[in-house]
């Protein structure tokens, strides 16, 4: 009888220990770090749903980061346009409270407002985050508004500012004989008088000039007074040049019979921004002579010709005046073009041509991407994805309609000043007074909100359009991650509970297995016989 030793039977023992044993190691190493397998092969049939999961997470978390950097740039920005909106009021207010105390400087305290609210505006929109430019378009790395030393009193000697552009404009408004480039003159018949606008070229066809106040309408309560408006070509200009802009002229014909005391004249005329001013003089037959009133002359010869004088003084009055302040915004508006216009030619007084400034000659204020058609919409100049199927659109461009009008008219009211060593001249004052009152009008009526145009608040609104979708976004994607991590923990993780008696399990069959295998190698013939 063959009898057979131990060892090849408790070899099949030691491989239910080692069997046991890398059970063992896998529980434990679950335990350890929760996950059912460092490995996909070990996730089994879920691998593919994990790895989904795994990469849907994961984009979640480049659009958190994404989010982030957007809700600071927007949170930059609106910044900015909040400092912005209040520099406009503040603004505004000034104009509209303020009066005629210039200082020192031969400005008012609301001009020294708009100063300091100039200032901050450029600051506002030279905002960065980061190394990124807000306020420029596409053009990011490039601060998009000159330094504001440099739009106000130009950068050196030959390269003029806001305030040398005004300068000039101002000159060739005012014309040779500072009447604003529109004369009166009795006409023919010697009881009419006329009003005509300085042409750029005294023959035909008469061509306008830009400068200076262009004649209007005229109206009167003259009984049997006969009134000419002006009309857009004169007869002698051939029908070939419809669209020449021509030099214009209005009238007025008292007629044989003399005005009555109280009748009026009323005669508008349009100054270089666009705006309008009404010259009414009264017929008056006392003695002096009332202020706005012209005297009752013997016949309508005679007060014709005192209509004549004492329009030419107050049109005079009115170009010096109202229409100084005109000036100044038109030449806010040439200057804060692209490209900035110019005064054409000297001497300025008979100026007849604006050319196109250069950087050469012109600071030119804006040096970000334009806001033209060709480069769409100032907000779509800077586009991010926030979700698979979702972009938002924040970009911003200083030279949008509103943050330009707004800088240019605040510009141009902390650039006008008067001579402060001529006020004590009464004309000088009358005419710098008459200014001011037209500038603070004209300031506050441009800072004020228009139906159909652009503001601030409507540039803010687009911001807080592209938070909410961030946060609606945001939000869904905490939802969307929290469930895709359940999912994958589910896949991936285990239950500790159940793990650990497992391992109690496997522990107390390799206790017994190794008793076994010990008793079984103790074992002799003797022992067992």
Known sequence: MTISGVSGRTSYIGSGITSLRDQLDTLTQQLSSGKISNTY?????????????RAQISGVAAYADTAVNLNTRIGVANLSLQRLVAVGSDVKGAAVSAGSNFDNTGQTPGQKTASLGFFDSVDMLNARSGDRYLFSGRATDTAPVAPADQIMNGNGALVAGLKQVIAERRTADLGVNANGRVGSAVGTPVTSVVISEEDATPAPPLEAQPFGMKVTGVSTTIAGATVTQPVDLPATIPPALPATPVAKSMSID???TNPNA?????FTLTMPDGTTEDI??????????????????????????????????????????????????????????????????????????LIAGTADNTVIWYQGEQNTAANGTARGSAVSQIDTSIKVQYGARADEQALRAQLQTVAVFAAVAVDPAQLSNATYAKSANAQIAALNQRVAQNLANIPGQQTIQDIQADFA???????????????????????????????DDEVATKILALQTALQASYQTTSSLYQMSLVKFL
């Not at 092969?41 to 999961?53: D, K, P, T, V, Y």
């Not at 109280?262 to 009323?266: L, N, R, S, T």
């Not at 002359?297 to 005679?302: F, K």
Request: aromatic content about 2%.
């Open 465 to 495: 359009g592209a938070q909410a979708s961030i946060k609606s976004s945001t939000d869904r994607q905490v939802q969307t991650k929290a469930m895709a991590q359940t999912m994958l923990d589910s896949i991936e993780g285990i239950n």
């Open 254 to 256: 008292l007629g044989a």
């Open 262 to 266: 109280g009748d009026q004249v009323k």
């Open 280 to 353: 009414v003089l009264t017929a008056s037959d006392q003695t002096p002579l009332p202020a706005g009133s012209f005297a009752i002359g013997a016949d309508s010869t005679a007060t014709a010709a005192n209509l004549n004088t004492t329009l030419g003084s107050a049109m005079k009055d009115l170009a010096n005046g109202p229409m100084v302040a005109a000036s100044a915004i038109q030449a806010g508006d040439n200057f804060f073009d692209q490209p900035p216009l110019r005064v054409g030619s000297t001497p300025l007084g008979s100026a007849t041509t």
């Open 41 to 53: 092969a070990g996730q089994g049939s879920g691998r593919s749903l994990a790895i989904a999961l």
